[in-house]
């Protein structure tokens, strides 16, 4: 069964530094995407990166960086230079690349309070 | 600006009583999807519609019905048949059959009492 495991209920970090929110994920799928959503207390579901089974690199967006280790099924997120406005709940999500069933699967979401 | 709109923002009802929760997009997006919340928990997919005229059931799809007459409209209606319907509602768009992220709107919060 495909499943995404974030283990960290909640995460403290100071600003300006870095930190990284881990992701585990369970797929017999041999090909799957892997996203990260950021969730402000607004509510809005904000995609912050992707990143594809088979891309060779690991993804980066400003910021923010994808840690892809395929063989430990790990998708971890990090977020360099830590800002205050980073204060949110970030979900890990998934999805299959083919086949008939490509829903998204979600895990149940890291906060993170970042401290000035 | 293109994206995805949900109204209202907040949204109370009496026990009983249906309610359609909006979303319109304007991203040219073929498919739409609908999300419930629930404190402390991810996202459970309510129904999904990848082309108009077509939807399909997600994993939590009793108790609620959609339509998808227009491409840029996916209105969720909340039944009586729906035990716990109090909970926070996401729409969603995304090219359709694009391995890319879905895009988000600002959610809908329904209280039921």
Request: charged share 20%; glycine share 8%.
């Amino acid at each position: 069964a495909q499943k995404i495991t974030q283990t960290q209920p909640g995460m403290f970090v100071q600003e300006k530094e870095a930190v990284t929110l881990d992701c585990t994920y369970d797929t017999s799928d041999p090909s799957y995407g892997l996203f990260w959503y950021k969730q402000p207390s607004s509510g809005e579901m904000i995609f912050l990166i992707y990143q594809g089974s088979y891309d060779q690199q690991n993804a980066t967006e400003g910021r923010y960086s994808l840690n892809f280790q395929k063989a430990r099924k790990s998708a971890n997120l990090v977020i360099s230079a830590s800002q205050l406005g980073d204060s949110a709940m970030y979900f890990c999500a998934m999805r299959p690349l083919a086949g008939n069933n490509r829903k998204l699967i979600w895990g149940l979401g890291t906060s993170l309070a970042v401290n000035p | 600006d293109g994206g995805i709109t949900q109204s209202p923002k907040y949204l109370f009802r009496k026990e009983g009583q249906n309610v359609t929760l909006s979303c319109e997009q304007n991203l040219n997006h073929d498919a739409m999807y609908w999300y419930r919340q629930d404190p402390g928990q991810g996202l459970r997919l309510i129904y999904y519609s990848q082309i108009v005229n077509d939807f399909q059931k997600g994993d939590i799809a009793e108790g609620y019905s959609v339509s998808r007459e227009k491409k840029e409209s996916f209105p969720l209606t909340v039944t009586s048949a729906q035990k716990n319907p109090t909970a926070f509602y996401l729409c969603a768009s995304s090219i359709r059959d694009s391995p890319y992220e879905q895009y988000f709107g600002p959610g809908t919060r329904l209280t039921v009492t």
